[in-house]
């Protein structure tokens, strides 16, 4: 199995802890706040605040806790969050993004990078590993919205560039500039997406081994049980008898 989505899935069905649940929201909060500080307030008119307001409801964050987040901006006490891509590489060579928002450069970039090196992967220079995926538009359903072919024909028609189907659902490809039309072409199609932003696709896989692939997935963990990380992409390639152990 490959890709970061695979480590996401096993995170879920670990299921979350109230602990857990309440830094996520920490984190979709931070999204959406500065989302309606850096464009308009209203979702219909900007796609970066449409799409973490669905990450938000995807993760059944109170309606008043997205609204809380809104007015913050609006209200010009909020903070300031410098937006930061650090890459690297982890355990098997495999590369690493990491995307934050962080009040405090020198903390954050001192903790990503202990990570990093705890890991036995090492934090590189910004561009080091970026060039090896495609900073793409992703739209995702779930499984059961639609055959695989009612998703293709669908996606063709509006403008998508490549869809993936599997038991764990659609993901809609699109580059950059379509993704705002792709989406609210398909969500007029088979309702709202859930999920709908840009992420960082890997254009090809390294297969590692289980003891890196363990490794591996400590390290993504650690990222992403960090405050101030709010994705982590990695272009792995794991053995299914290691998901399965990881699930358990």
């Known amino acids: 199995m490959a890709g970061h989505s695979q480590f996401k899935n096993i995170m879920h069905r670990k299921g979350r802890q109230d602990k857990v649940k309440s830094k ?23 796609p970066r605040l449409r799409a973490a307001m669905l990450a938000a409801r995807a993760e059944n964050m109170p309606k008043d806790n997205i609204d809380r987040a809104i007015k913050k901006a609006l209200g010009g006490d ?13 355990p098997g060579g495999v590369a690493v993004v990491v995307e934050v928002l ?11 990078r202990a990570a990093f090196t705890k890991s036995g992967g090492n934090l590189a220079e ?24 009612a998703v293709l024909e669908a996606a063709i028609d509006a403008g998508a560039e ?41 254009q090809n896989t390294v297969p590692v081994n289980d003891e890196q692939g363990e490794k591996l ?16 992409y990695a272009n792995f390639e794991v053995s299914d008898a290691l998901m399965q152990k990881l699930s358990a």
């Open 24 to 46: 996520l929201f920490g984190k979709l909060a931070r999204e959406i706040t500065v989302s309606a500080k850096l464009g308009l307030p209203d979702p219909a008119m900007n």
């Open 217 to 232: 997935f400590k390290l993504i963990e650690t990222l992403t049980e960090h405050d101030d990380v709010q994705n982590v």
């Open 162 to 202: 490549d869809v993936v189907s599997s038991e764990g659902g659609h993901e809609i490809y699109t580059a950059q500039d379509s993704l705002r039309d792709v989406a609210k072409a398909l969500e007029a199609k088979f309702g709202e997406p859930r999920k709908a932003a840009l992420v960082w696709k890997p």
């Open 78 to 90: 909020a903070e300031n969050y410098d937006e930061i891509r650090y890459e690297g590489y982890g």
């Open 102 to 112: 962080t009040d405090n450069r020198n903390r954050t970039a001192g903790e990503v």
């Open 126 to 149: 910004t561009g080091a590993v970026s060039f090896m995926f495609d900073h793409v538009g992703v739209v995702e359903y779930d499984a059961g919205v639609a055959s695989a072919d």
